[in-house]
């Protein structure tokens, strides 16, 4: 069985950044897609951004341009660097690690994210 720890949650002004990671303590973690996605208090869960096992990088609409996914496959981990925020990308931020073949899905916990305006 594996898990997922994120970290690097935190209280932000308005227009800054932060770097989120996700650590994967899983097998074969370079085969697995893996994505963050956020929940805001009363809101559906979005998912925010993710990246293949061949590095491709998907983005939503919301975040593209201010927000950078990123993975490390000899460390088994993967990022957010997230710039400019807005107080509406306060949420707590997840990551989850999928596999098609053979079917695997992981989450972690999450971290929390508070943009102050």
């Known amino acids: 069985q594996g898990y997922l720890a994120e970290s690097g949650g935190g209280v932000v002004l308005a227009g800054g950044s932060l770097r989120l990671s996700c650590l994967a303590s899983?097998?074969?973690?370079?085969?697995?897609?893996m994505q963050w996605y956020r929940q805001a208090p009363g809101k559906e869960r979005e998912s925010v951004a993710y990246i293949k096992s061949d590095f491709r990088r998907f983005y939503s609409d919301s975040v593209l341009g201010r927000f950078t996914i990123s993975r490390d496959n000899t460390k088994n981990m993967v990022y957010l660097e997230m710039s400019n925020l807005k107080p509406e990308d306060t949420a707590v931020y997840f990551c989850?690690?999928?596999?098609?073949?053979?079917?695997?899905?992981?989450w972690g916990k999450g971290t929390l994210v508070t943009v102050s305006s």
């Open positions: 899983i097998e074969n973690f370079y085969a697995y897609e």
């Open positions: 989850d690690a999928e596999l098609y073949t053979p079917p695997r899905k992981y």
